[in-house]
């Protein structure tokens, strides 16, 4: 639950907006972990997910961008020049 917390304020602080789902669910899990075991380890799993998925995103972002820039140097040209 604590490494779900960490990771989860480090990807709010890259702009993963399912950090902030996921730092919610962390800090509902570490309230809820001595009275609610079982809740608690589902929504550090929710938690974890969406931590996997911001990262996903941010991924396939970068490499949409890197494609969309390669792709205009193909039809630009090097140096930008029609």
């Known amino acids: 639950m604590i490494?779900?917390?960490?990771?989860?304020?480090?990807?709010?602080c890259?702009?993963?907006?399912l950090s902030i789902i996921g730092l919610v669910l962390s800090?509902?899990?570490?309230?809820?972990s001595g009275s609610q075991p079982e809740t608690a380890r589902k929504l550090t799993?929710?938690?974890?997910?969406c931590f996997g998925a911001g990262v996903a995103l941010f991924v396939?972002?970068?490499l949409i961008y890197i494609v969309a820039l390669g792709g205009s140097y193909l039809f630009l040209?090097?140096?930008?020049s029609y």
């Open 45 to 49: 799993l929710w938690s974890w997910i």
């Open 3 to 12: 490494a779900s917390l960490i990771l989860n304020i480090l990807g709010l």
């Open 27 to 32: 800090i509902i899990a570490l309230a809820q």
């Open 77 to 80: 040209g090097a140096d930008g």
């Open 60 to 62: 396939l972002f970068v």
């Open 14 to 17: 890259g702009c993963w907006m």
